[in-house]
């Protein structure tokens, strides 16, 4: 396959994935959308993890909040658990790498907060631990995953939300998620400033 066509077919592959995610996942990312609005309308605020990639996005997600997405507002209350080499160095030295986000949850989690997890596979063991933490401080989870959501999936109980990219490669579910942050984002923007479509 030339190079040209390798690059064609990862946009193919993307649209298609894209394609597929919409009708699996709108109605979940909908409920998102307002378990964030209810609980950055009730004074919580986000802390957000992940590993690689899926770091990125947390501090992606977290930066369009604190900062804007495409339209002026007031901040929004999110941390990213994936930014402070201090803290990361320090538990992963201390304890074990599986505790680096866990221990920010416990440290700075609240009753009416929300995690948002994401791990391609659902099985990263430090999202999880970070999970097993926000249940224990009364919060609700938000997880983004992939490949039938693993054993974060099945750790999710009532009023948590299941964003499951319904694919198996990683690049593909990763690319869905950026988009699904982007939905997350503009959802939050619409509920929060009122639908700009209905003020035009």
Same mark, same amino acid.
Not at 11 to 40: C, P, W, Y
Not at 82 to 105: H, K
């Given at each position: ?88 160095? $320090?538990? /992963? ?8 986000? !866990?221990?920010?949850? #416990? *440290?700075? =989690? +609240?009753? &009416? ?17 970070? $999970?097993? /933490? ?8 938000? !997880?983004?995953?992939? #490949? *039938?959501? =693993? +054993?974060? &999936? ?39 400033? &009122? ?6």
């Amino acid at each position: 396959m030339s190079l040209n066509r390798r690059i064609r077919q990862h946009f193919d592959d993307s649209i298609r994935a894209k394609q597929g995610a919409v009708d699996v996942m709108a109605d979940a990312i909908e409920h998102a959308v307002r378990l964030l609005v209810e609980t950055l309308s009730n004074d919580g605020k986000i802390l957000l993890c992940g590993n690689g990639g899926s770091a990125a996005d947390c501090q992606h997600f977290a930066a369009e909040l604190i900062g804007r997405f495409e339209r002026e507002r007031m901040e929004l209350a999110a941390i990213a658990l994936t930014t402070d080499t201090s803290i990361l160095t $320090a538990v /992963a030295n201390d304890y074990s790498y599986d505790e680096v986000f !866990a221990r920010q949850v #416990r *440290g700075l =989690g +609240r009753d &009416g907060d929300v995690l948002i997890a994401i791990s391609t596979s659902g099985n990263s063991p430090s999202v999880l631990a970070a $999970a097993q /933490a926000a249940v224990e401080r009364g919060m609700r989870i938000i !997880a983004l995953t992939g #490949r *039938g959501g =693993g +054993r974060l &999936g099945q750790l999710l109980a009532d009023g948590d939300v299941h964003l499951c990219v319904p694919h198996d490669r990683t690049a593909r579910i990763q690319e869905v998620h950026l988009l699904t942050i982007h939905c997350l984002c503009d959802g939050i923007d619409a509920e929060l400033l &009122g639908d700009v479509d209905e003020e035009s």
